[in-house]
């Protein structure tokens, strides 16, 4: 594969941002580059109401000569009834609804497209934003309850070489209120209630911090969702800083690291972030966010036939992963269109596991939920680009 993809990119990550900066402008999206503007006022001179934490919404409040209590009403029907109108919020006067319907929106996801597991329930949506830009959620159900996969931007500017979701670069980030109605639109059209979320959905949750960090902290409210923070799983490609700057968030949340490669050379030539940060740093990083939080790390890794399934790999892997307290998830690659990896078959998936089972270290093959309709996350959303092109 060529070296394009993050090299190329102005915008790209600064690898000088090293631990410890107070303002993750590693983030692209960061600054007026534009990828940000779903967080602006909106064409219709509207802003978004669903962004705003219950501190910003009680200053709204005191600025509409309200009182602070409204600001927790308007709070409870936005994050934990998920309104969809100002219509619906009734305890509020009619003055006060109709004042911030001529001033805000409330944010939503459009149902583009539903495809229901026959085996096991998954539900895989495609859902459109305000501005036509569509991302993939899915929904699956676990002994311990339901879980969203959720999207963070609409597309990834990663790169990595076994994705879809990276394929046709990133158009821009989602704000807070885009992650957040994942959640809401897929509770209400199913009706359960969500208690884990995963985001390894399309895009990179550290290239968008701001916004990824605020969703958290609005899901997990007590005044809205109350979503429990240690029931949340963020998957990152290796965006050192990003890492640093999660630790000093506190939130107890489980750092998963895509690695899928165990030395430099194989890294880089599937996954272009490790040119900026090399596995030494991603690793030194996830010991830091172990030590600082008390959390597992857990570490992906997609096998793909003859590139990283070797006894040799699984031999330098053993010796990278060894002082660390982590969880290693196999996942034998998902193979995209026009891609020539291809994932080994069972036998050699099932010895890769047992090899590192024995070395000692903890190691499971990612369970597969709804197979039929697991075509790999990102390929439903360039069908849709596609068939608008
Ligand atoms: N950008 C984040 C999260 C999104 S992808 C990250 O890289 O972690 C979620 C996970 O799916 C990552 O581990 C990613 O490497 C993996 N993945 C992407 N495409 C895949 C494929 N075709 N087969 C198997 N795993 C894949």
């Known amino acids: 594969m060529d070296d394009k993809g993050l090299k190329d990119n102005k915008n790209s990550i600064n690898p000088e941002e090293k631990a410890g900066a107070d303002k993750p402008s590693f983030c ?97 949506y495609l859902f459109r934003l305000f501005d036509g830009q569509c991302i993939e959620s899915v929904l699956m159900q676990y002994k311990y309850g339901y879980s969203l996969c959720v999207s963070t931007q609409a597309g990834c500017k990663m790169g990595c070489a076994f994705c879809a979701s990276t394929k046709n670069g990133c158009v ?76 000093k968030e506190q939130l107890p949340i489980t750092l998963s690291v895509s690695l899928h490669a165990s030395n430099d ?48 790999d699984a031999d330098e892997l053993a010796v990278l992963l060894k002082d660390l307290n982590c969880h290693i998830n196999l996942i034998p690659v998902n193979e995209i269109d026009k891609s020539e990896l291809k994932a080994p078959n069972k036998e050699n998936v099932r010895s890769f596991q047992d090899y590192l089972s024995q070395k000692g270290l903890n190691i499971t093959v990612r369970r597969t939920l709804g197979s039929d309709i697991n075509a790999s996350c990102g390929q439903l959303r360039s069908s849709v680009s596609t068939e608008v092109e």
């Open 28 to 124: 692209i999206g960061v600054g007026n580059d534009g990828l940000n503007f779903a967080n602006l006022t909106l064409e219709n001179g509207k802003k978004d109401i669903k962004a705003l934490d219950l501190v910003e919404l009680k200053a709204l409040m005191s600025e509409m000569k309200q009182p602070a209590f409204r600001a927790q009403q308007i709070f409870k029907w936005l994050h934990k009834e998920c309104a969809e109108s100002f219509d619906e919020m009734t305890n509020l006067p009619l003055t006060l609804r109709k004042q911030l319907d001529d001033n805000f929106v409330i944010i939503s996801a459009a149902i583009e497209k539903k495809l229901i597991s026959e085996y096991d329930n998954t539900v895989k």
């Open 172 to 247: 821009r980030n989602l704000s807070a209120s885009e992650i957040l109605s994942q959640v809401y639109v897929a509770e209400r059209d199913t009706g359960v209630r969500i208690s884990h979320i995963v985001l390894m959905g399309i895009g990179e949750p550290l290239d968008n911090y701001d916004n990824v960090i605020k969703f958290i902290r609005l899901i997990t409210s007590p005044d809205g969702h109350n979503l429990s923070v240690r029931n949340i799983t963020l998957s990152t490609c290796g965006v050192v800083p990003g890492i640093y700057a999660l630790i």
């Open 265 to 312: 050379e194989k890294r880089s030539a599937i996954m272009p972030v490790n040119r900026k940060w090399p596995i030494r740093e991603v690793i030194k990083a996830s010991k830091a966010y172990y030590e600082a939080t008390g959390r597992r790390i857990s570490f992906e890794y997609a096998l793909v036939k003859g590139v990283n399934d070797t006894k040799t």
